[in-house]
C-alpha cells in the first residue's frame, strides 16, 4: 500500500518569506499527485495536481509544486507568502489506475506572522 | 455544476449512542463516494470508498460502517459511539469520466465529539 510523509509539522514564517512544504511517497507505480489547503473554519480544497507531462505543476494563489519521479518527492512552493496562507497543507497520493481513494500526509501547520 | 453536501455540521454524543452521518452528492452520475476522518493532530484516513449502489469497501476495521441505499447518497454509521470515534469526518466524491477520473473533492465537513 502507498504511503505519504510529510516531515513539516509546523512551519512558522514571516511574510514575503520563501515557503518550502516536504512530501514523500512509497509507491513503486505511476501516481496522481495533490496539494490540499484547509483554511481555518473551511473545508478542504485542491490546491494544485500532477497527473502526467511538466513536473513542474502550478495551482492557485502562487503556489506551485515538482514532481521528482527519483525521489518520490512533491514539494510544495511558493516564493513569498501571505499572512492570508495561514492553513493547513496536506499532501496526497493515488495510485494512476483504478478506482482507489486518495492516501493522505499527515498534515503541515503552516503560520504566516504579519 | 456539481456540489456535495454533508450533515450535521457538528455533532456531540454520548458514548454509547448511535451515529448517522449524511452525504449527498449532486450534479453528477455514478460518483466514487469517500468517508475520510481526520483526527485531531492527525492526517486524513480513508474509512471507506464506495463505487456504486450498496458496493462499500472498508479500509480499517472499526466501530462504523457505512452504507450507499441510492447513488448519489452516503451514509455513515455507529450503533454504539466511542470516544476515540470524536474527529472531523469528511465526505468525498470523484467522478467517473476519465478526465476527472483521479481528482476528488470534499464536503464541508462533520465535526463529532463523542462525551
Known amino acids: 500500500a502507498q504511503s505519504v510523509s510529510q516531515h513539516n509539522h509546523h512551519v512558522i514564517l514571516s511574510e514575503a518569506a520563501s515557503l518550502e512544504l516536504g512530501c514523500n511517497y512509497s509507491y513503486g507505480g505511476t501516481v496522481n499527485l495533490f496539494w490540499y489547503v484547509q483554511y481555518p473554519g473551511q473545508h478542504l480544497q485542491l490546491l494544485l495536481k500532477?497527473?502526467?507531462?511538466?513536473?513542474l505543476v502550478k495551482g492557485i494563489k502562487g503556489f506551485e509544486a515538482e514532481f521528482i519521479k527519483s525521489k518520490f518527492s512533491f514539494n510544495l512552493r511558493k516564493p513569498s507568502v501571505q499572512w492570508s496562507d495561514t492553513a493547513e497543507y496536506f499532501c496526497?497520493?493515488?495510485?494512476?489506475?483504478?478506482?482507489?481513494?486518495?492516501?493522505f500526509g499527515s498534515g503541515t501547520r503552516l503560520q504566516v506572522q504579519p | 455544476s456539481q456540489t456535495i453536501h454533508q450533515w450535521p455540521a457538528t455533532l456531540v454524543q454520548p458514548v454509547g449512542s448511535p451515529l448517522s452521518l449524511e452525504c449527498t452528492v449532486e450534479?453528477?452520475?455514478?460518483?466514487?463516494l469517500y468517508w475520510y476522518r481526520q483526527a485531531a493532530g492527525r492526517g486524513l484516513q480513508l474509512l471507506f470508498y464506495?463505487?456504486?449502489?450498496?458496493?462499500i469497501s472498508s479500509e480499517v476495521p472499526q466501530n462504523l460502517s457505512a452504507s450507499r441505499p441510492q447513488d448519489r447518497q452516503f451514509i455513515l454509521s455507529s450503533k454504539k459511539l466511542l470516544l476515540s470515534d470524536s474527529g472531523f469526518y469528511l465526505c468525498?466524491?470523484?467522478?467517473?469520466?476519465?478526465?476527472?477520473?483521479?481528482?476528488?473533492?470534499f464536503g464541508e465537513g462533520s465535526w463529532l465529539t463523542v462525551v
Open positions: 468525498a466524491w470523484s467522478a467517473l469520466s476519465t478526465g476527472n477520473a483521479n481528482t476528488i473533492y
Open positions: 464506495s463505487v456504486g449502489i450498496g458496493q
Open positions: 500532477y497527473f502526467s507531462g511538466d513536473p
Open positions: 450534479g453528477t452520475s455514478n460518483p466514487n
Open positions: 496526497a497520493v493515488k495510485p494512476g489506475t483504478g478506482r482507489r481513494a486518495l492516501t
